[in-house]
């Protein structure tokens, strides 16, 4: 087979592959997880169910497939490098901040069927969840923890809980602003209000001042 035409078919079976994950995210988000079958993501796909499972085994490997579409964003990719953690906690908490909520609004309405369905997922579908989620907590923890261990954060603090109520924040006011409510300020009002407010709670305690 000539090299182009090897090329070619590589590209074809790319483009189809890709066709098929921004399908499974379209019905995953419109359906739901438990009830999106592969049947009708080939169908939103315009491919058939052998061509679909030719690319991923089962609906599991469709999904994880999906999440690193989710995560395979410029947002995403400005996180996955050491540069986004480095400087001081208030630049790389809104850093970290401005790209977490980027990443969401790209893709709210399958964020919206994910937070509504969690109770409901099976324990297979939950795993995939948290492994796709788990290296970007694990940056994020590591850096409340050397801000801990240098005597930003307080020593009281417990550090999930605060990085669980930090990412909460951010993501209850993505949900909030993409709908048709009436919008007091810019997403990156938002964001950089979340990081004063944050930074307050967890900071410790000013030297009290001798009473006079």
Known sequence: MPPNAVTST???????RNKIIAAALNVFARDGIPRATTRIIAEEAGV?????????????????????NVMNTPAYESLDTDKAWVGTLH????????????????DEAF?????????RLPEQH??????????????????LQKAQ???EVRKDV??????????NMLMGGMLKNTVEFQRDYAPRQY??????IFMAGIAPPQQQRPRR
């Open 191 to 196: 964001v950089n209000t979340c990081v004063d």
């Open 149 to 151: 261990e240098t005597g």
């Open 10 to 16: 590589t590209k074809t079976e790319v483009g189809t």
């Open 91 to 106: 630049d790389v908490l809104r850093n970290f901040g401005l790209s977490f909520y980027q990443m969401l609004e790209r």
């Open 111 to 119: 964020i919206r069927t994910l937070i509504g369905e969690a109770r």
């Open 126 to 143: 939950r795993k995939i969840v948290m492994e796709a989620i788990k290296p970007l907590r694990n940056r994020f923890l590591q850096v």
């Open 48 to 68: 058939n169910e052998v061509t679909l499972f030719r690319h991923f085994t089962n609906k599991d490997g469709l999904l994880q497939a999906v999440f690193d």
């Open 158 to 167: 417990n550090l999930f809980a605060a990085m669980d109520m930090f990412t």
